[in-house]
């Protein structure tokens, strides 16, 4: 009897999330972090903190936290925000992953909202939310727009840039990751995320929820902060880099002239256009890609299409405010 007492209630409980949550330096905010998951309205979570070899008191703050799903790792050495990713997913036991950052607050549904939706939803391999942006006192500073749900658009997206979700509102089936071999990887200058959506998004799907499930800190010490302002030129190559091989990996082929121009005019930031003529080669090698996209029969021709017409008018309108601006 008490054994089927027992698989009862780990059938009621199931499935399980493990939300990893890498942890460096975050004394001033883990606490809010760690809180607003012990304050979810989902409840069958574990939390994975990867202590990375902080030199503040951030663990003086993770063990004020009596509770016995939050299970604390420590590295022996600073090994990052990817490899402590990693190791989390690692160590967790969840039928979903769910990612925080130790400076970001989780709204009260977030778990809730997320599980039901993939759980009804099992074609969704990973699924976002909208975030709110708040300031180091952690006063709103404004919403973000509601990101794209659309998993082929998603798709078509992440052949040129990142996807329109933060990583903070991720969550992950856990045997997605594993059957794929999925890994956050270091030397991106803050843009593991990218890396790993973009991989992710050539073996499965990734959608969205129109909630807000997330309050993403604005701060001074924030990572993609600093990795943009420090590293701008190590940064752009980077994003250059996986531009490139996001278009390969998914059967598309472009000359060395043309990638130079998609890199320099769809840059992460200030890309554009310097000349007329290279607006009409940007539009010719747009409509090369869309030509091997058909040729390819690729699910998703009508939204690579859309985004394609999107990045163009884009540059149109802003070489028509060049010019007109140089006539003055």
Known sequence: MMKQCREGYKKILE??????????????????????????TYENWELIIIEDASTDRSMDVIRSYEDDRIKVYCNGYNRGIAASTN????????????????DDIAEKKR??????????????????????????????????????????????????NCMDFMNSTAMIRKNFIVKNRLLYHDGCYGMQDFRFYMESSKVGNLSTIKDFVLRHRMHENNT???????????RAKVYAQLQRDSLYASGFRLNEASLTLVNKV??????????????????????????????????????????CRTKIAKQVIEFKNLFDYKKR
Request: charged share 30%; with cysteine; proline share 3%.
């Open 15 to 40: 499935p399980l999330v493990s939300v990893i949550m890498p942890s460096y330096n975050a004394e001033s905010y883990i606490g809010q972090a760690i809180e607003s998951i012990l304050y979810q």
């Open 87 to 102: 190791r989390g997913i690692d160590e967790c036991h969840g039928k979903y992953v769910a990612l925080l950052d130790d």
């Open 111 to 160: 778990l809730e909202l997320q599980v039901n939706y993939l759980e009804r939803h099992l074609e969704i391999d990973i699924l976002g939310g909208r975030t709110t942006y708040i300031d180091s006192q952690g006063e709103l500073i404004d919403y973000a727009a509601v990101p794209r749900y659309n998993p082929r658009y998603i798709k078509a997206m992440l052949l040129f």
């Open 224 to 234: 993609t902060k600093k990795m943009t302002e420090n590293f701008k030129e190590e």
């Open 266 to 307: 769809l840059a992460e930031f200030n890309g554009k256009c310097d000349s007329l003529d290279e607006l009409v080669q940007l539009y010719e090698i747009l409509q090369e890609l869309l030509k091997q996209g058909r040729k390819m029969e690729i699910d998703y021709y009508d939204e690579m299409s859309h985004v």
